[in-house]
């Protein structure tokens, strides 16, 4: 998640964004150190013969260099190249990119290699009212309701900070409703110790609702009980963690698609997954 910077003196300490909103976030956690946990041919795997387009949902996505690192890899793109590398069922894959913050957007706008494709909007994801008519705009413009896969990288612990338990709950809720499948980074508890620390520091206010959290300890364990419990979606398998202590957790909904977009049925597993 990210917010606005605001206002306040230019060229603020580093960690001092309370919302993610971090201006240099790929300097320090960079996007190649996700993108190589993910098995080649991911795709293919999970949407062997998509019947259209595939869509996905980057929720806050910053100034989009993970957006576009995790696009040309789902794609099989070489970036020195600009072509495929191998075949992949999603060559077509159109990717919503979203953010609060609209400088990072307007960055992550003007250095987008591929614009066709990949599009980023500033977007408040816990403002139901502009987010519902937002996304269902760009899901119609398809003839769709739903996206084939969501990406939420390193996200849930700022909708956490900022919104409480009920606000996380909500928030892996909607994704589970609007995604068929959803990659999960959540951060481990001990980040949201040191990002009330930086605060401290800073001489800034704590986190409203830090200090009365009842969602805590394992996070990761913890987000997989919301959504598999909660939320009707299943696990699929962890992919392993970065070298900064962060689980991608690939989910996908126990329910099929209602455009029966999703490959896989109820309780049957294809082979290219069992592979994952």
Same mark, same amino acid.
Request: charged letters at 20%.
């Given at each position: 998640m990210a917010a606005p910077m605001g206002e306040g003196p230019p060229g603020p300490e580093p960690g001092a964004a309370p919302y993610g909103n971090f201006p240099n976030y790929s300097r320090f956690h960079p996007p190649e150190a996700r993108v190589r946990l993910l098995p080649r041919g991911l795709l293919r795997s999970l949407f062997p013969a998509?019947?259209?387009?595939?869509? &996905?949902?980057?929720?806050?996505?910053?100034? &989009?260099?993970?957006?576009?690192?995790?696009?040309?890899?789902?794609?099989?793109l070489q970036e020195s190249k600009g072509s495929l590398d191998e075949p992949a069922a999603g060559k077509?894959?159109?990717?919503?990119?979203?953010?609060?913050?609209?400088?990072?957007?307007?960055?992550? /706008? /003007?250095?987008?290699?591929?614009?066709?494709?990949?599009?980023?909007?500033?977007?408040?994801?816990?403002?139901?009212?502009?987010?519902?008519?937002?996304?269902?705009?760009?899901?119609?413009?398809?003839?769709?309701?739903?996206?084939?896969?969501?990406?939420?990288?390193?996200?849930?612990?700022?909708?956490?900070?900022?919104?409480?338990?009920?606000?996380?709950?909500?928030?892996?809720?909607?994704?589970?409703?609007?995604?068929?499948?959803?990659?999960?980074?959540p951060q481990p508890w001990k980040c949201y110790r040191a990002a009330a620390r930086r605060l401290r520091r800073l001489g800034r206010s704590d986190f409203d609702h830090f200090r009365a959290l009842a969602i805590n300890g394992d996070m990761v364990e913890r987000i997989t009980q919301i959504l598999t419990k909660d939320c009707a979606?299943?696990?699929?398998?962890?992919? &392993?963690?970065?070298?900064?202590?962060?689980?991608?957790?690939?989910?996908?909904?126990?329910?099929?698609?209602?455009e029966g977009r999703s490959p896989v049925l109820k309780n049957e597993v294809p082979e290219q997954e069992q592979q994952l």
């Amino acid at each position: 998640m990210a917010a606005p910077m605001g206002e306040g003196p230019p060229g603020p300490e580093p960690g001092a964004a309370p919302y993610g909103n971090f201006p240099n976030y790929s300097r320090f956690h960079p996007p190649e150190a996700r993108v190589r946990l993910l098995p080649r041919g991911l795709l293919r795997s999970l949407f062997p013969a998509p019947a259209g387009p595939l869509l &996905g949902l980057d929720v806050g996505c910053n100034s &989009g260099e993970l957006s576009v690192a995790l696009y040309r890899h789902l794609l099989g793109l070489q970036e020195s190249k600009g072509s495929l590398d191998e075949p992949a069922a999603g060559k077509d894959l159109n990717l919503l990119c979203c953010d609060i913050d609209p400088v990072l957007i307007e960055r992550a /706008q /003007q250095c987008s290699p591929f614009p066709a494709s990949i599009s980023f909007a500033e977007l408040d994801i816990m403002d139901s009212s502009a987010r519902d008519s937002f996304l269902s705009s760009y899901l119609g413009r398809f003839g769709r309701s739903t996206f084939d896969i969501g990406f939420c990288m390193s996200v849930t612990m700022w909708i956490h900070l900022n919104h409480g338990d009920r606000g996380l709950v909500e928030f892996l809720a909607f994704l589970s409703s609007v995604c068929t499948y959803l990659l999960m980074e959540p951060q481990p508890w001990k980040c949201y110790r040191a990002a009330a620390r930086r605060l401290r520091r800073l001489g800034r206010s704590d986190f409203d609702h830090f200090r009365a959290l009842a969602i805590n300890g394992d996070m990761v364990e913890r987000i997989t009980q919301i959504l598999t419990k909660d939320c009707a979606m299943e696990l699929v398998r962890c992919f &392993g963690s970065t070298s900064w202590d962060r689980s991608l957790l690939l989910f996908k909904s126990s329910a099929s698609s209602p455009e029966g977009r999703s490959p896989v049925l109820k309780n049957e597993v294809p082979e290219q997954e069992q592979q994952l």
